[in-house]
């Protein structure tokens, strides 16, 4: 059984960048035909997908947020981490990890999400 | 990259059937069957409930069901349940410069 966690810290200040980390359990991130994606969800409101990575290194990034966003995959840890920049108070939200299959493109997996607050 | 549209809430009685409709354009819902839905009890991470616009992954229960017509997909649930009170989300693929767009939500309501 797969399982996804995520970690990092809990509290960013403004201006600065939020870092998280998804550790992959129970399989290799490089085995089948998977995109590894961050998604976050502000209290009360919907989804929003971020980007996603390829094992081989490929992204893609949600436009509205691109020019802030970076995700990178580290295969030897079974890991990838989503990075952020300059966030503002609309950045403080649960964000999950998840495991997309290729094909269909549905999220099958997923993390229990973090919730990531940026406030001084 | 606009949200795909929901109605923000329907409800129902134990035993009805509901249906909830995920409105997007001719680049994403009408473009692809890759529309899935995702069912959140609060606290909780999202789990998949339907892909590729109709079919039930393993465990689901065949109360839930998916279609799509034009530009619109819909979930229906049959034989409302106390334990499907819960916000769903429809996600669409939506081509290689967007790539995944979410709904935003709908919250179901067992009366």
């Known amino acids: 059984q797969v399982q996804l966690q995520e970690s990092g810290p809990g509290l960013v200040k403004p201006s600065q960048t939020l870092s998280l980390t998804c550790t992959v359990s129970g399989g290799s991130i490089s085995s089948g035909s998977y995109y590894w994606s961050w998604i976050r969800q502000p209290a009360g409101k919907g989804l929003e997908w971020i980007g996603r990575i390829y094992t081989s290194g490929s992204t893609n990034y949600n436009p509205s947020l691109k020019s802030r966003v970076t995700i990178s995959v580290d295969t030897s840890k079974n890991q990838f981490s989503l990075k952020l920049s300059s966030v503002t108070a609309a950045d403080t939200a649960v964000y999950y990890c998840?495991?997309?299959?290729?094909?269909?493109?549905?999220?099958?997996?997923w993390g229990q999400g973090t919730l990531v607050t940026v406030s001084s | 990259q606009s949200a795909l549209t929901q109605p923000a809430s329907v409800s129902g009685s134990p035993g009805q059937s509901i249906t909830i409709s995920c409105t997007g354009t001719s680049s994403d819902v009408g473009s692809y069957n890759l529309v899935s839905w995702y069912q959140q009890h609060p606290g909780k991470a999202p789990k998949l409930m339907i892909y590729e616009v109709s079919k039930r992954p393993s465990g689901v229960s065949n109360r839930f069901s998916g279609s799509k017509s034009g530009n619109t997909a819909s979930l229906t649930i049959s034989g409302l349940q106390a334990e499907d009170e819960a916000d769903y989300y429809c996600c669409s693929y939506a081509g290689s410069s967007t790539f995944e767009v979410f709904g935003g939500g709908t919250k179901l309501t067992v009366l």
């Open positions: 998840a495991r997309v299959d290729t094909a269909m493109v549905t999220y099958d997996y």
